[in-house]
């Protein structure tokens, strides 16, 4: 069975929105994300109904915090049965070992992947951070520390899946929000990428939210994207 490539953002403030759309969806054809929001709200319950329901669910919590913390955090998430979890990067080796070790510990094996850069910022924001290396260069650091703590992957944008994929092997796993059909709203992301361009750059997996979930039609909106990337 080939590996879906869309990850659709369930970006809802209530279980029975997502379950709505994901009881539309086929997990044939994409796999779940649950985010801060959704999750504030809804809990392990829901990403417990997801699954249930056969979906390979990302849980995007972008965890960030003292080691200790962390590690739970990631052993607790790892324990819902979800595909993949997520801690921030710049938290730094020490608590992204320690997450490793927490995954390890729940006798589960999802995919642990660290955030780099939000899609979100420029290189005007990243300043602000005082950070001065050029966004890609940032990027590739906070990635290659993912990958030397034992991560499986990292959240960045596409525009910086070919550095990455150059540096960091075929294997690592680039996972890409910041992804706009040609015509669609850019919303608050400002590193963004086409879904075939993605692909085509090295990505391995595209995280898609308002793009679906805004339409009058998800799934049809969904079923585009998909069309738009097979090859
Ligand atoms: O750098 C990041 C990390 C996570 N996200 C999350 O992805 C989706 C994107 O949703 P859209 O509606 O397609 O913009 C959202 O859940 C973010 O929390 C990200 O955008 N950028």
């Avoid at 990292?154 to 294997?171: H, M, W, Y």
């Avoid at 997996?205 to 738009?228: C, E």
Wanted: hydrophobic residues 45%.
């Amino acid at each position: 069975m080939t590996d879906p490539k869309i990850i659709v953002a369930l970006d809802y403030a209530d279980a029975s929105s997502a379950l709505a759309l994901a009881k539309q969806l086929d997990p044939k054809l994409c796999k779940l994300k649950i985010g801060k929001e959704l999750f504030t709200a809804a809990g392990p319950q829901l990403v417990e109904q997801l699954v249930g329901l056969g979906f390979p669910v990302f849980l995007d919590l972008k965890f960030h915090d003292i080691p200790n913390t962390v590690a739970k955090a990631c052993e607790a998430a790892s324990k819902l049965g979800v595909w993949m979890l997520n801690v921030h990067a710049s938290g730094g080796s020490k608590m992204m070992e320690a997450a490793r070790e927490g995954v390890a510990r729940s006798g589960h094996s999802p995919l642990l992947i660290a955030v780099t850069v939000l899609t979100s910022m420029d290189q005007a924001g990243l300043q602000q951070l005082g950070v001065n290396t050029p966004i890609e260069q940032h990027v590739l650091h906070l990635a290659t520390l993912a990958q030397q703590s034992g991560l499986d992957g990292v959240v960045c944008s596409a525009q910086e899946a070919p550095l990455l994929r150059q540096n960091l092997g075929s294997e690592f796993c680039l996972v890409t929000p910041g992804i706009r059909p040609a015509d669609a709203s850019l919303d608050d992301q400002s590193r963004v990428v086409t879904p075939p361009q993605a692909l085509a750059m090295g990505s391995s997996y595209l995280v898609i939210g308002r793009p679906i979930t805004k339409a009058s039609d998800p799934l049809a909106a969904l079923t585009l994207i998909h069309q738009s990337i097979q090859q």
